[in-house]
């Protein structure tokens, strides 16, 4: 029961956290006081209550875009430790699952985007596409690097670090490189993404929302904060050498500490070209290739 309370409790309250701590990072390194730290709450309390406006030329499958994207965010966040401990729901292979309802909601955010009949958001699918194509070789090769480490086929198992070897400090590093990526490519954020862009012609994620408006729109604000957190939540599972209560408090730590850094990235570094950013998702996927390879060149089994 404490398992299922503290995972429900971090999965209500940590995607608005880091998404404001993130916003108050850039904001404050701007010279700027910034919204609250728990601005996307109200704004998705707001949009919920407001009457969604449709084009004329769509169909159901806009309007089923939405739901998915959030039901998705939801599923793959109960194969993971969102509060440093215990997943709530832990199977053989869980990370083919993790994986597949990410790209489930994706598709369907493409589909809508497509459905509007507007040029730009058919733009902005067709750059998702490319970018998720090379994205996902990253995530089975970072999951199937810890599964064949520690010997496990679950995905929170997988996540706790076992840094025993060489080895496994080279692909324990490897894959957070790859991680990070992964974050950045998911939430699209910078240096991938700019979520506070106007401008259409670069933008990526925020384009394909640009015809939704009120509990629609708050759903994609919804599932676009909780993959955000659940992607920080692996990578600070690897971080957290602790175990028991202390492992807790010390996930929510580095959990934040991940959302200032990526903070300060998108404060300092400016957005790729689109023709750069494949080169960046494939530095990531050569981080993870080096992972797998560091396991099998020891001999790792599943």
Same mark, same amino acid.
């Given at each position: 029961?404490?398992?299922?309370?503290?995972?429900?409790?971090?999965?209500?309250?940590?995607?608005?956290?880091?998404?404001?701590?993130?916003?108050?990072?850039? $904001?404050?390194?701007?010279?700027?006081?910034?919204?609250?730290?728990? *601005?996307?709450?109200?704004?998705?309390?707001?949009?919920?209550?407001?009457?969604?406006?449709?084009? &004329?030329?769509?169909?159901?499958?806009?309007?089923?875009?939405?739901?998915?994207?959030?039901?998705? &965010?939801?599923?793959?966040?109960?194969?993971?430790?969102?509060?440093?401990?215990?997943?709530?729901?832990?199977?053989?292979?869980?990370?083919?699952?993790?994986?597949?309802?990410?790209?489930?909601?994706?598709?369907?955010?493409?589909?809508?985007?497509?459905?509007?009949?507007?040029?730009?958001?058919?733009?902005?699918? $067709?750059?998702?596409?490319?970018?998720?194509?090379?994205?996902?070789?990253? +995530?089975?090769?970072?999951?199937?690097? +810890?599964?064949? !480490?520690?010997?496990?086929? $679950?995905?929170?198992?997988?996540?706790?670090?076992?840094?025993?070897?060489?080895?496994?400090?080279?692909?324990?590093?490897?894959?957070?490189?790859?991680?990070?990526?992964?974050?950045?490519?998911? &939430?699209?954020?910078?240096?991938?993404?700019?979520?506070?862009?106007?401008?259409?012609?670069?933008?990526? !994620?925020?384009?394909?929302?640009?015809?939704?408006? %009120?509990?629609?729109?708050?759903?994609? *604000?919804?599932?676009?904060?909780?993959?955000?957190?659940?992607?920080?939540?692996?990578?600070?599972?690897?971080?957290?050498?602790?175990?028991?209560?202390?492992?807790? +408090?010390?996930?929510? %730590?580095?959990?934040?500490?991940?959302?200032?850094?990526?903070?300060?990235?998108? $404060?300092?570094?400016?957005?790729? *070209?689109?023709?750069?950013?494949? *080169?960046?998702?494939?530095?990531?996927?050569?981080?993870? %290739?080096?992972?797998?390879?560091?396991?099998?060149?020891?001999?790792?089994?599943?």
């Amino acid at each position: 029961m404490t398992r299922i309370v503290v995972n429900l409790a971090a999965l209500l309250v940590m995607p608005f956290l880091v998404t404001g701590t993130i916003t108050r990072v850039k $904001s404050l390194w701007a010279g700027r006081r910034g919204p609250p730290i728990f *601005q996307l709450a109200f704004d998705v309390w707001r949009l919920a209550h407001k009457t969604p406006v449709y084009s &004329a030329v769509t169909t159901p499958v806009f309007r089923l875009g939405p739901p998915v994207v959030l039901v998705t &965010a939801l599923a793959s966040a109960c194969i993971v430790p969102l509060a440093g401990g215990a997943p709530l729901v832990a199977f053989p292979f869980d990370f083919v699952w993790f994986a597949y309802v990410w790209s489930l909601g994706r598709v369907a955010l493409m589909l809508g985007a497509l459905d509007t009949g507007s040029s730009f958001e058919g733009m902005g699918a $067709s750059r998702e596409a490319t970018f998720a194509t090379l994205l996902e070789p990253v +995530l089975f090769l970072v999951a199937g690097a +810890l599964c064949l !480490h520690g010997g496990v086929r $679950s995905f929170g198992a997988a996540l706790i670090p076992r840094l025993d070897s060489a080895p496994a400090i080279v692909m324990w590093g490897t894959v957070i490189v790859a991680l990070l990526v992964v974050i950045q490519v998911e &939430a699209a954020r910078m240096p991938v993404d700019d979520p506070t862009t106007h401008l259409e012609l670069t933008m990526v !994620h925020e384009v394909m929302a640009l015809d939704h408006s %009120g509990p629609e729109l708050a759903m994609l *604000q919804l599932g676009a904060a909780i993959k955000l957190y659940v992607a920080i939540a692996v990578t600070a599972m690897l971080l957290n050498p602790l175990t028991g209560d202390a492992a807790m +408090l010390a996930h929510v %730590g580095i959990c934040l500490g991940i959302a200032v850094v990526l903070g300060l990235v998108e $404060s300092l570094v400016a957005r790729l *070209q689109l023709r750069v950013v494949p *080169q960046y998702i494939v530095v990531g996927l050569i981080a993870a %290739g080096i992972a797998v390879l560091a396991m099998l060149g020891r001999g790792g089994r599943a």
